[in-house]
């Protein structure tokens, strides 16, 4: 490589979650909103939509891995959401008890839920600080 050469950040490609079981991990995101845009069963993948990105949550079942709650602290995916504090009462409604929260963040609300396997996903809003939102 010369100099000359550099490489740049573009954007997200895809955040890979493992899980023990592909369809119990399909049907779990399945009840808290997620869209599937394909699923590989051959392949051990399925990818969940996030909005209109292109890129997604892509769950990519690993051999031998069991139900286990979150460490902490440990990783966590973000996803924008219109208002948090209606996601978490619509999860409860679906039967998914959040991880944490509602609770307030600089720029708004967050809630968490972790699935089975200990992956952890945040669903954010913008309330506080609509300007840096995908809807201000």
Do not use: C
């Amino acid at each position: 490589m010369s100099d000359d050469q550099s490489y740049e950040l573009l954007g997200f490609d895809n955040v890979l979650l493992p899980v023990g079981d592909l369809a119990e991990a399909v049907a779990f995101y399945e009840r808290a909103g997620f869209t599937v845009g394909f699923r590989l069963d051959e392949a051990g993948i399925a990818l969940l939509k996030a909005g209109g990105e292109t890129p997604g949550i892509l769950l990519r079942q690993e051999e031998g891995l069991g139900h286990r709650p979150p460490p902490w602290p440990s990783p966590r995916v973000w996803l924008e959401v219109p208002d948090a504090r209606v996601a978490a009462e619509w999860l409860l409604g679906a039967g998914i008890t959040p991880w944490e929260g509602p609770f307030a963040t600089a720029t708004g609300w967050t809630v968490e839920i972790a699935d089975p396997w200990g992956n952890v996903i945040g669903l954010t809003d913008y309330a506080k600080r609509p300007e840096l939102g995908r809807r201000p």
